[in-house]
């Protein structure tokens, strides 16, 4: 193939480029009052769940 049809040598995400500095979009979802159980779901828990890193519980590793 061409050069041409790849424009970027760079990988692409489909990942929002939201410009604002990483700490700011942290306080901005604490802001929200949705809880801690719920900031730590939306920052962390959720996506190490989905890849097999934490129990159902939500605590410690994926059982085997």
Same mark, same amino acid.
């Given at each position: 193939?061409?050069?041409? /049809?790849?424009?970027?040598?760079?990988?692409?995400?489909?990942?929002?480029?939201?410009?604002?500095?990483? /700490?700011?979009?942290?306080?901005?979802?604490?802001?929200? !009052?949705? *809880?801690?159980?719920?900031?730590? %779901? /939306?920052?962390?828990?959720? %996506?190490?769940?989905?890849? !097999?890193?934490? *129990?159902?519980? *939500?605590? !410690?590793?994926?059982?085997?």
């Amino acid at each position: 193939m061409s050069p041409s /049809v790849f424009p970027s040598p760079r990988p692409r995400s489909d990942f929002p480029n939201i410009p604002y500095p990483y /700490v700011h979009q942290l306080h901005s979802l604490e802001r929200l !009052g949705l *809880g801690a159980d719920w900031l730590r %779901a /939306v920052c962390h828990d959720n %996506a190490a769940r989905l890849f !097999g890193l934490l *129990g159902r519980a *939500g605590h !410690g590793p994926a059982p085997s």
